[in-house]
């Protein structure tokens, strides 16, 4: 059973490019959210996609976008790269179930080994 | 979300048991305490998670005091390979939808 991969490993670019970062969940699973680890900090809630929509989102500018797809993969995305976009990012996925007619609740988030982006 | 403190490092030898303490002051009743662990260049790994008094696994045990208002996880015997990044967070039970890291506690484990 694969857990979450991430794609590519590591990956240099250059200020003002773009970037896109790939991620597949954890077999079974059908939410992924993303994380932003800079250097001696912990991760950084960035935003979490669930049914191909952004259900919820930290506080990181527009710059940062992702998307799902009907199978479950997810992609992130950075625009106008700036130096300090330098991080590690992660991605994690979990299952969301149905608690009752209006609550949804996540399982335990299982996170892959992260792309290192370095902006230079 | 309630704010956690942990101590920036901790430096241990092989065979010892090592407890780290987090604070959580402002914790909310539905609120549980999770730890994570985290290699160099991984993801966090989740480790263990409880509500009250003392959970146990094959990894490591979660204390918490009646007021919940602090928690230790307790590894026991520590080796080499439990060197690593831990982290304290609070919040619902498994509830992903927004975890909160804070800085970590940086355990260093010596031969």
């Known amino acids: 059973d694969a857990g979450v991969t991430q794609s590519p490993t590591h990956l240099i670019k250059t200020r003002g490019q773009q970037v896109t970062l790939r991620c597949s969940p954890k077999s079974g699973h059908d939410t992924v959210s993303w994380y932003q680890q800079a250097l001696g900090q912990g991760p950084q809630f960035i935003f979490q996609y669930y049914e191909e929509e952004e259900r919820q989102r930290g506080n990181f500018p527009d710059r940062f976008s992702g998307h799902q797809f009907p199978n479950y993969s997810s992609e992130l995305n950075v625009n106008a790269l700036l130096l300090g976009d330098s991080a590690l990012y992660l991605c994690a996925s979990s299952l969301l179930s149905r608690q009752g007619p209006t609550r949804l609740m996540n399982t335990e988030a299982f996170f892959g080994q992260g792309t290192r982006l370095t902006v230079v | 979300l309630a704010k956690t403190t942990q101590p920036i490092s901790m430096d241990s030898y092989e065979g010892q048991e090592v407890n780290i303490t987090c604070s959580h002051n402002n914790i909310a009743t539905n609120d549980y305490i999770t730890w994570y662990q985290q290699f160099p260049s991984q993801g966090p790994r989740f480790i263990i998670q409880?509500?009250?008094t003392k959970v146990t696994n094959e990894v490591a045990s979660l204390f918490i005091p009646a007021d919940r208002k602090s928690s230790t996880l307790s590894l026991p015997r520590v080796s080499l390979s439990d060197t690593a990044v831990y982290y304290c967070?609070?919040?619902?039970?498994?509830?992903?939808?927004?975890?909160?890291f804070g800085t970590g506690t940086r355990l260093q484990v010596f031969p």
């Open positions: 409880g509500y009250k």
């Open positions: 967070l609070v919040g619902r039970s498994y509830n992903t939808d927004k975890l909160i």
